[in-house]
């Protein structure tokens, strides 16, 4: 296989992978977890910030495959797949996720 197919091949896997986590109903279990552990300043609204440092950590001290793939991807890829998770959720653009926002399907 030629270099050019591999990295091809590569960055197909990679970008169905991004797409797997963004929409996979086990990894948005997984990234739910706590909304009062998440509001890190207790104020109701998870920020954009607070919602990172939150899974990030939820991330690190998982080992499953996705964790796992997650934590292989570079620091840019794993903020672009954890902002798009965010305004997914973030109902009405408020920039931050209140508890509805948290609990939705």
Known sequence: ????????????GLL??????ALAPMALAQMKGNFAVA???????VTFPEFD???MQMLAN???????????????QQQSILQKR??????GNKGYLDQNDWNAP
């Open 16 to 21: 169905a992978f991004a797409g797997t986590l």
């Open 62 to 76: 998982a080992n499953g495959p996705l964790a796992q793939r997650f934590k292989a991807m570079t620091p840019q």
């Open 86 to 91: 965010f305004a997914k959720r973030d109902q």
């Open 1 to 12: 296989m030629t270099a050019h197919k591999t990295r091809r091949i590569g960055t197909l």
């Open 53 to 55: 440092a939150y899974a």
């Open 39 to 45: 509001d890190a300043n207790h104020d109701g609204r």
